[in-house]
Every structure is written in structure tokens, then in C-alpha cells.
């Protein structure tokens, strides 16, 4: 199981970045799938999940508005399209799945089997 995130780098305030998260190993569309960040000296935070198919979209208030979680299960592919972004959105960004029937709260970490290796997201003001 492999989950590869993609897609981070250095923007200005008030730009847009796309993060990209393919997966490999597991069977995609039977995956519920989830964004969370980590700043420096804080804890990792859950951003956004989306279901299995694509009907169901969380969003943490934080970021409500202005980013966007979707998935193309042809591609194994989950994306975060970040708008208007703030320099307190700097973060090491990853990708999560996961393979539990049962989802439960969406911004656990313990609701996700497998984890990306992240992406760095710099916001510059």
C-alpha cells in the first residue's frame, strides 16, 4: 500500500495550490480518504475527507470555503484544491486512507490505515 502526495510548494497569500495524493496497493474506490496538516510545533490536524463515492465532503472550519476535496477513482486519485490561501495554512500536508466499513469521526487519525509521506505547503504573506 502506497499513498504519494504531491503538489506543495511556495506560494503567496491569496494563491491557489492543487495537491495531488495517488495511491497504489489497495483497491482505491473502496477507500474512504482524508487530508491532514501539521505545522511547525503543532499538532497534525485533520483538513478535509471525502467517502468512498464522493458524496460526502468534511471540511475543517478553518478552511470551509475555500479549499475543496475531490477524487477520481480512474486515476487512484485523491486531490486538495487550496484557494485564498493564508500564511497560517503553512504545513507539511498528507494524504490518509481508510479501509475501516465503519469511518467514524472523519478527523481521527485512528480512522486511517495508511499515510502518506506529505507535502510541504509554504504561504508567504
Known amino acids: 500500500v502506497q499513498l504519494q502526495a504531491s503538489g506543495g510548494g511556495l506560494v503567496q497569500a491569496e494563491g491557489s495550490l492543487r495537491l495531488s495524493c495517488a495511491a497504489s496497493g489497495f483497491t482505491f474506490r473502496f477507500m474512504n480518504m482524508g487530508w491532514f496538516r501539521q505545522a511547525p510545533g503543532k499538532e497534525r490536524e485533520s483538513v478535509a475527507a471525502i467517502n468512498r463515492n464522493g458524496g460526502v465532503r468534511y471540511y475543517a472550519d478553518s478552511v470551509k470555503g475555500r479549499f475543496v476535496i475531490t477524487r477520481e477513482d480512474a486515476k487512484n486519485t485523491v486531490y486538495l484544491q487550496m484557494n485564498n490561501l493564508k500564511p497560517e495554512d503553512t504545513a507539511v500536508y498528507y494524504c490518509?486512507?481508510?479501509?475501516?466499513?465503519?469511518?467514524?469521526?472523519?478527523?481521527?487519525?485512528?480512522?486511517?490505515?495508511?499515510w502518506g509521506q506529505g507535502t510541504q505547503v509554504t504561504v508567504s504573506s
Open positions: 490518509a486512507a481508510s479501509r475501516y466499513n465503519s469511518w467514524g469521526d472523519w478527523r481521527s487519525e485512528n480512522r486511517y490505515t495508511d
